[in-house]
């Protein structure tokens, strides 16, 4: 369903160079594009009633499976989905990628899809309203292992990124017809209302569920249930 747009997205990305502190760049569309296929043929529907816009991967989530916020434990137990997972051209020794295998828990996805197990029981029930997406599909890491956001990228090489990912954004839109688009963190959202701002679908946000967020270590569960309810997402 949406296999043209994403083989454009990695024929877009990979002219792009990043210069220090991002010494290693992860692409999972490439190495893990198996999985990834794989999720979206099973999950992705037109009319979705709203995507959940992520930012980037992390080192222990989709960098590790191909799967937006792809906790490994989830992906096997609760998506269902496995697959031979490859290496990226540049491997960091202190983020090996393991695949769906991996051993670590990867604090954002767990919760994310921890949630939408405890609310909708099935992955069926809750693929039926919702698909989860990234806004960029590359990880960046600096020399130490640390993870790098896009935000955090140089002016110059930010906007030729963004402007391939708003890109992709639109045209995925475009192509699952969704109601909302709910960036889960303030940079999703902001990505969103810049990229979708001709289109006209609506744009909201919940909080991210990453540990480094006071908020979300309160209880993000009880955050994106009320988030998405103040946003007319009845669940």
Known sequence: MLGAITDRLVADLEPLEFRAPVTHVYNPLRYARAAFDAYVE????VDVEAILLGMNPGPWGMAQTGIP???P????????IRASIGKPACEHPKRP?????SPRTEVSGARLWGWARDVFETPQRFFARFFVANYCPLAFLEASGRNLTPDH????????LQA???RALLETVTRLRPKIVVGVGA???ARARQALAAHGVAVGRIPHPSPASPVANRGWAELATAGLRE???RL
Do not use: K, P, S
């Open 153 to 160: 990228l140089e002016q110059d090489e930010r906007r030729r």
């Open 164 to 166: 391939i990912c708003d």
């Open 42 to 45: 099973r999950y992705a529907r």
């Open 69 to 71: 916020f792809g906790d």
């Open 187 to 189: 940079f999703a959202e």
């Open 231 to 233: 946003l007319g997402l």
């Open 73 to 80: 434990t989830a992906v096997r137990e609760w998506l269902g």
């Open 97 to 101: 990628v393991r695949g769906i295998e």
